[in-house]
């Protein structure tokens, strides 16, 4: 698989979020080559945000039913930022064989959860991550994000602080 192009795709949909004054996360599922679904986070700007509509989360929705049975474990996703607890799971559960994602979640990324601690559901999936593929790149989306003074979603957090730090 090129890693880079289809994460490219992502961070693309990533910039059109923060375009919206959204958190620029964007998420792409790939099947057999193929993008079958995608999506980016919404409900981070305004006055009442919500956690729910995370990128993969509105992929996931995006995704025609028996996609992933389909892809027999070959689905693919390609996130700009770490996936959190909840995008992991959900991931898992849809049957994604593979994350790729270009910049770490220091505050809430779930993909270094130790699987064969939890139970059943989650232990016995088998799944492969990719990490910092286009980092520079989705960095740069996040930075851009922060040093807006207009964007209060998650301002002054540990992920804003590290992210402003990073060279």
């Not at 729910?52 to 028996?66: F, Q, S, T, W």
Request: proline letters at 5%; hydrophobic letters at 40%; one cysteine or more.
């Amino acid at each position: 698989m090129n890693h880079e192009r289809f994460m490219q795709d992502a961070l693309n949909r990533a910039a059109a979020a923060l375009e919206q004054g959204e958190f620029p996360v964007g998420c792409i599922l790939v099947a057999d080559g193929d993008v079958v679904a995608s999506g980016t986070r919404t409900g981070s700007a305004g006055s009442r945000p919500n956690e729910i509509d995370h990128a993969e989360m509105v992929a996931l929705r995006n995704l025609e039913p028996g996609t992933a049975m389909a892809a027999g474990g070959r689905l693919t996703a390609y996130c700009t930022m770490e996936p959190c607890l909840m995008c992991f799971g959900a991931l898992l559960l849809h049957g994604v064989g593979c994350i790729v994602y270009a910049y770490e979640d220091v505050m809430g990324g779930g993909t270094s959860c130790d699987l064969s601690t939890l139970p059943p559901l989650y232990r016995d999936c088998r799944i492969s991550i990719v990490d910092r593929v286009l980092r520079k790149e989705s960095l740069a989306l996040f930075k851009t994000f922060f040093r807006n003074p207009d964007n209060a979603y998650w301002r002054d957090s540990l992920l804003a602080q590290y992210t402003l730090q990073q060279p």
